[in-house]
C-alpha cells in the first residue's frame, strides 16, 4: 500500500495554523493575566532568557509560539515541547543553538 502525505505547502500551513493558536492561547490563557512586557519592580524591558520557561515565554509574547515553531520545537506530537521545561533544556533536547533561538526571541521584544 503506498500512502502519501501532505506536501510541503500543506505541511507549512499546517505548522502556521498552529502557532498562531498556541499564539493565542498564549495571549489570552494563564489565568486571564495581561502579559507583562516590562519587569514591574524595575520598569526594565523584559527579556527573553535561557532560565525562562516555555511557558514563562509564551506569556511573555504572544508571538513566542511562532519562533519556537519556526525551530521546529512544538509543532508536532515528535518534537512537542512541555511548558514547565526551560528553553535551555528544550534547546539541548533537540540540539538548537540556545543562543541563536534566545536572539529570535529577543527580537520579538524589539522596537
Known amino acids: 500500500m503506498n500512502i502519501k502525505g501532505p506536501g510541503p505547502v500543506d505541511n507549512a500551513d499546517f505548522f502556521v495554523d498552529l502557532a498562531k493558536k498556541l499564539a493565542l492561547f498564549a495571549y489570552t490563557g494563564y489565568n486571564n493575566q495581561e502579559i507583562c512586557m516590562f519587569n514591574t519592580e524595575t520598569q526594565e524591558k523584559a527579556r527573553f532568557v535561557p ?16 519562533v519556537f515553531s519556526s ?8 518534537c512537542a515541547i512541555n511548558e514547565m521545561e526551560t528553553i535551555e533544556q528544550v534547546c539541548m533536547g533537540y540540539g538548537v543553538p540556545v543562543d541563536q533561538l534566545i536572539d529570535s526571541l529577543n527580537n520579538l521584544l524589539e522596537d
Open 51 to 66: 532560565d525562562m520557561t516555555v511557558g514563562e515565554a509564551m506569556k511573555l509574547h504572544p508571538e513566542a509560539a511562532l
Open 71 to 78: 525551530y521546529h520545537l512544538g509543532g508536532c506530537s515528535h
